[in-house]
């Protein structure tokens, strides 16, 4: 499986953002998907994450209420609508794809950058 994320940009705070991570390949129905960020100076931080149905998700406290994500399985794709946005969320955003009921992401795909200005 490899990703793509997109739809990173600069927004003000309280704005809101879409971000997009193309799968290639067959089996990224047979994946679940999470959302990663990484903010400068700061380690790799879990943000989301989607079962290969999409009927469960779960989310970090830090974003809870305020993202959702998301999966089309027909277009190959994750989303993760983030909303009422706070500088603190500035980080570069990844996508990740790993098998159910496993704990480790094996497929990681090149961020996109998010920046919330105050």
């Known amino acids: 499986v490899q990703l793509q994320a997109s739809g990173g940009g600069l927004v003000q705070a309280g704005g809101s953002l879409r971000l997009s991570c193309a799968a290639s390949g067959r089996t990224f129905s047979r994946h679940d998907m999470g959302w990663f960020r990484q903010a400068p100076g700061k380690e790799r931080e879990f943000v989301a994450t989607?079962?290969?149905?999409?009927?469960?998700?779960y989310y970090s406290d830090s974003v809870k209420g305020r993202f959702t994500i998301s999966r089309d399985n027909a277009k190959n794709t994750v989303y993760l609508q983030m909303n009422s946005l706070n500088p603190e969320d500035t980080a570069v955003y990844s996508c990740?794809?790993?098998?159910?009921?496993?704990?480790?992401?094996?497929?990681w795909g090149r961020g996109t950058q998010v920046t919330v200005s105050s």
């Open positions: 989607i079962s290969v149905s999409g009927s469960s998700t």
């Open positions: 990740a794809a790993k098998p159910p009921y496993t704990t480790g992401y094996n497929y």
